[in-house]
């Protein structure tokens, strides 16, 4: 045995708990269900001083420069410096990569690590589910998770009277008390898990992602708290397997970048370094299944589908040996390997393919000289290939001297050592098993076997299948129950019902269930083979479900039974992608992927109600955004309006509208150069009426109801993409009548490539930190109302990694529901509206929000640059050569907003300059009935904040606009012609006169400091035209027009001349 076997042997005489109790303090542990960053406002202006403080969340324990950093529940914590020195053995704390304090900045938390830490040493099982969830300083909280990654396995933590099962949904890892009906959450990953283990004491979990700024994760499972994480262990692309070793002391990771690494990790040291790695050869596949050899921690083996690796670590680090296996080596077929483990006779590897067979690997060949062997297990071969069945093997393990296999049949087998079949477990209903995790408590096999085919005492397992179904199967009367059964393909459609506490989910495979969310309980479910469901929406009265599909058929069911109600209805062309109730019910109207807007209306058939065919129209020429139902203003008839990615808002007359023929009353362009993603009903919060509106640019409109009138610009959430959808939050009947909120998701990890403020690139900011970069994540939050630009008064938490589809509002407003689309799952969400409040009264009152928001604050430079600016407009508005006395005061005319903004670094177009004066202007009417003629500074500042770039100039926004506008020179750079720029300025978009075009280029180049010889004479047409032709070479690329006409500052990267 090498002398580190045996060191680490000694070492492990103790199991991991033991060893983190010769610690000599308790660790940094952060409980389960905190953030792993510090809630700051979005500004980043920190609030911590007010807010409850966190185990891992305290300011002095990330630094200044983390604290005032904007992040998200779940977000993950911050790149970790060197970690903290601990004993050896120590467990360490997942956050125990933040940066290290003083020691006198550490003790005042050693009372509070203490009751954390206790937590770990005297959890027990069984005690996850008595800790107390409910209070929590956060808006919005997870509280139920329906669906799981059917990818991955689930774990059986408990078995008889607590039957307990781990899982993995989405980013978070579920431990659900099945009899009991009570789940816990472990969170701390932002991307969704990608591979897990359970320790063989069912205590230690470790769980890792892919994705940036990767995790892996050591939980306790006893308590919930995770005891160790490992913070950039894979850089390039995070992790696709692991494993923990028997004694629960080593982990084995594998990464999932295109050059696979593989990682040796003893995670209850304080490291962040491996213990040893190396690379594999892209010829080997990709290693996607990897486990321990239960009789020696120092041997491991992982598979592709066409390679077997075998490892071995110690004092010379990690060696692999690959052996070499074909069709030709035993003159039959291989097929694709699934899983290997190692034989319990710890001389051979066994491993299942998908041909039904079983490849016996073994380090002693007869073939070979013994001298000439390499050690064990790196010179391991194929020595035979056992045909146990004709049907793939899926699962393939050892549990106590049986070895276990599970098929693409559903089919469970025992066997014993020498692959000689014992015991069969099967159903009809069970599809191609994922995995298989068996109980601790030993069952006698069933009777209907002879005594001579069962040598071995078996255990109860849970059985979970490809096709998102999970099995209870009890070996002692070979029972299988099902424990879980959810959608196996993505969750696009949710909908709750408007009156009572249920929800209705519906997938792409085409099943539908409705669940009691006040009892989390499963009520009723339909299949409907033919397509998958894409939305979902309840009548205003609760009796009817409708149901769009992607096949382009709407369905009618009842609310309860989930049986049709009406024969289907397919009259779109693609598939159906909203659908909604007028609020009497009396029209349903969907909209579908080929641009359509489809209308019916309710009839009675033979004393029936049911929905005919009205009408339908293609109302735009991109993708509409939404469709939206109200009431007119003088009746109580409905209004129908939509919304499109070609800036459409169409309304249309029901009441005009006959058989085949849709009425359109009003067409309006809601936006310049924006894409509007969704829209909603304002609350009445004033006497005018409004229509709310988000875009791709960060920004949220107002529209009067009547003319479409832009009335507001106001800066949304900033979280994230862009708000994808938007749900005005029910009112409870104690809530303040007055008091609003939204409710939003945004779905994408990527921003939109059409906004021009929308990318990492920013090459100007004004008034605004320069070259921003925001990593972005789907997120589900809350914003008061009224909308006014204050980043305090939203909030928002991750909540799908991977893309959010849909939300929903229980019709008290105490919670939320989101869905996840290709994840499979819905997540419950419990409002906490106080907390928000809280968090917006922290954040400052009054201009203190806006403030921050400038560069520098209200201290800063650019304050007092944009007072002299504000103050220099008084001067010219009163006439710059006026000997009368000047009137000292605080506000300017309108007339001077576009000169201010301009000064202060924002550029806006025409339509922009006036939308912000009437903004300003028709800010009274409606109550006084007077015109605004001038603006104070606070108020100024407001308007900037709102209006200018959410994200700041985009140098990615510009090349792409050279792309399409240019064409490549002899370098292969994007150009575009002088003379075709100076064209496109006077003739495209808003076209510029010969004269202005002249008073800005002239101005931009003809005044900059530093010029030497004379000055051409830019008031004459010839002096103008030869500055042009000097300062604008013949061929324009992005960064020349970006860094020497317009003279903005950009990075070093961006500039290619």
């Not at 899982?167 to 969170?187: A, E, K």
Request: charged fraction near 20%; proline fraction near 6%; include cysteine.
């Amino acid at each position: 045995m090498s002398q580190d076997r045996q060191t680490a042997q000694e070492m492990g005489e103790q199991d991991p708990l033991a060893a983190a109790q010769e610690k000599e303090g308790p660790p940094e542990d952060a409980g389960a269900d905190v953030p792993l960053c510090p809630p700051s406002s979005p500004s980043g202006m920190g609030i911590l001083d007010t807010l409850p403080s966190t185990w891992a969340g305290n300011q002095d324990a990330l630094g200044e420069d983390t604290a005032r950093t904007s992040c998200l529940k779940g977000a993950g914590p911050p790149k970790p410096p060197a970690a903290l020195s601990e004993p050896k053995g120590a467990i360490s704390s997942p956050h125990s990569g933040c940066r290290k304090q003083d020691t006198h900045q550490r003790s005042s938390k050693d009372a509070q690590r203490d009751g954390s830490a206790s937590l770990v040493w005297a959890a027990k099982p069984g005690m996850l589910f008595q800790k107390d969830r409910e209070s929590s300083p956060h808006s919005l909280n997870l509280s139920w998770v329906f669906g799981y990654n059917s990818s991955l396995a689930v774990h059986s933590l408990m078995d008889g009277e607590d039957r307990v099962l781990l899982y993995v949904s989405s980013h978070t890892v579920v431990i659900h008390d099945v009899l009991r009906n009570r789940q816990y959450h472990l969170q701390g990953h932002a991307n969704v898990i990608s591979c897990l283990c359970v320790s063989e004491d069912k205590r230690w979990v470790a769980t890792a992602d892919r994705g940036p700024n990767a995790l892996i994760i050591v939980w306790d499972s006893f308590s919930g708290v995770p005891v160790h994480t490992i913070f950039e262990s894979h850089p390039e692309d995070g992790v696709c397997a692991i494993t923990i070793s028997q004694d629960a002391k080593y982990l084995v990771t594998i990464g999932a970048g295109t050059v696979q690494r593989v990682c040796v990790w003893r995670w209850t040291l304080p490291t962040e370094k491996p213990l040893c790695s190396t690379e594999l050869r892209p010829e080997f596949g990709y290693q996607d299944y990897v486990i321990f050899n239960p009789q020696d921690p120092h041997e491991f083996v992982s598979n592709s589908k066409t390679q077997v690796i075998f490892y071995l670590w110690g004092d010379a680090g990690l060696q692999y040996g690959a052996p070499f296996l074909s069709n030709k080596t035993f003159r039959s077929a291989v097929g694709r390997f699934s899983q290997s483990v190692f034989h319990f006779n710890n001389s051979q590897a066994l491993t299942g393919t998908s041909a039904g067979k079983v490849v016996v690997w073994d380090a002693v060949d007869p073939q070979t000289d013994p001298q000439e062997q390499q050690a064990r297990p790196l010179g391991m071969t194929p020595t035979k290939m056992v045909s146990v069945q004709k049907e793939g093997l899926t699962v393939l393990q050892v549990l106590d001297s049986c070895i276990v296999t599970g098929d693409v049949k559903g089919q469970v087998k025992f066997f014993d050592e020498e692959l000689l079949l014992l015991s069969l477990y099967s159903h009809s209903k069970v599809g191609p098993i994922r995995s298989l995790s068996f109980s601790t408590t030993l069952r006698d096999p069933p009777d209907a076997f002879p005594a001579r085919s069962r040598p071995f005492l078996a255990r109860n397992f849970i059985l979970s299948t490809s096709d998102a179904t999970v099995f209870h199967v009890a070996t002692d009367s070979a029972d299988f129950e099902k424990v879980l059964e959810e959608a196996k393909k993505a969750v696009s459609a949710i909908a709750c019902h408007p009156q009572q506490t249920l929800v209705a989910v519906g997938s792409h495979c085409g099943l539908l269930k409705v669940w009691d969310y006040q009892h989390t309980k499963y009520l009723a479910s339909r299949i409907f083979p033919e397509a998958g469901i894409q939305c979902l929406s309840y009548d205003p009265e609760g009796y009817f479900l409708a149901a769009g599909f992607t096949d382009g058929s709407v369905h009618i069911l009842d609310a309860i039974s989930l049986q049709s109600s009406c024969k289907e209805l397919r009259f779109s062309q693609g598939p159906v992608t909203h659908i909604s109730f007028s609020h009497d019910s009396q029209y349903l109207a969907t909209a579908d992927e080929k641009h359509s807007v489809i209308v019916y209306k309710k009839v009675l058939q033979n004393g029936r109600r049911c929905w005919e065919h009205l009408a339908g129209l293609d109302s735009h020429y991109k993708p509409i955004r939404g469709i939206l139902f109200g009431v007119q203003a003088d009746s109580n008839e409905p209004r129908l309006l939509s919304l499109g990615e070609d800036r459409q808002l169409v309304e249309y007359d029901l009441s005009s509208s006959i058989k085949d023929h849709l009425v359109v009353t009003h067409r309006d362009r809601v936006e310049q150069s924006a894409v509007p993603l969704c829209l909603a009903w304002y609350p009445q919060l004033s006497t005018e009426s409004f229509i709310l509106t988000a875009n791709n640019c960060y920004k949220m409109k107002l529209l009067n109801t009547t003319t479409k009138m832009c009335r507001k610009t106001l800066l949304g959430p900033t979280y994230g993409s862009p708000l994808e959808k938007i749900q005005i939050l029910p009112t409870t009947s104690t809530a303040d009548p007055k008091q609003h909120y939204l409710v939003y998701i945004t779905k994408d990890k990527v921003w939109s490539p059409t906004c021009p403020s929308c990318t990492t690139a920013t090459i100007y900011r004004a008034g605004g930190p320069s070259g921003i970069s925001l990593e972005t994540k789907p997120c589900v939050g809350l914003q008061i109302l009224p909308v006014d630009g204050n980043p305090h008064k939203s909030s928002a938490f991750i909540c799908h990694p991977d893309g959010a589809s849909d939300l929903a509002s229980s019709y008290d407003g105490r919670h939320i529901f989101t869905a996840g689309g290709s994840d499979c799952t819905v997540m419950k969400w419990k409002v906490n509206l106080s907390a928000l409040d809280a968090a917006a009264f922290l954040g400052g009152e009054d201009m203190i929000p806006f403030y921050n928001l400038l560069d520098g604050g209200r201290e800063g430079e650019f304050f007092r640059e944009l007072e002299d600016y504000f103050y220099y407009a008084q001067i010219c508005s009163q006439g710059m050569n006026t000997l009368e006395n000047r009137q000292v005061s605080t506000h300017i005319p309108l007339e001077e907003i576009p000169s201010v903004m301009r000064a202060i670094g924002f550029y806006p177009s025409e339509e922009q300059i006036e939308e912000m004066i009437n903004e300003v202007k028709f800010s009274k009417y409606v109550d006084t009935g007077e015109q605004v003629t001038e603006i104070n500074l606070g108020d100024f500042i407001k308007l900037y904040i709102n209006h200018r770039p959410a994200l700041g100039l985009s140098m990615k926004s510009l090349q792409r606009a050279f792309q399409v506008l240019g064409y490549d020179n002899e370098k292969g750079d994007k150009v575009i012609d002088r003379g075709d720029l100076l064209s496109l300025l006077q003739c495209r978009g808003e076209q510029m006169t010969e004269d202005e075009l002249v008073q800005c280029l002239t101005t931009l180049l003809g005044r900059r400091p530093g010029r030497r010889g004379s000055e051409p004479d830019t008031s004459d047409p010839s002096g103008a035209a030869a500055l042009i032709e000097e300062e604008i070479p013949a061929e324009v690329t992005a960064e020349i027009f970006a860094a020497d006409i317009l003279g903005l500052p950009i990075a070093a990267p961006e500039r290619k001349n």
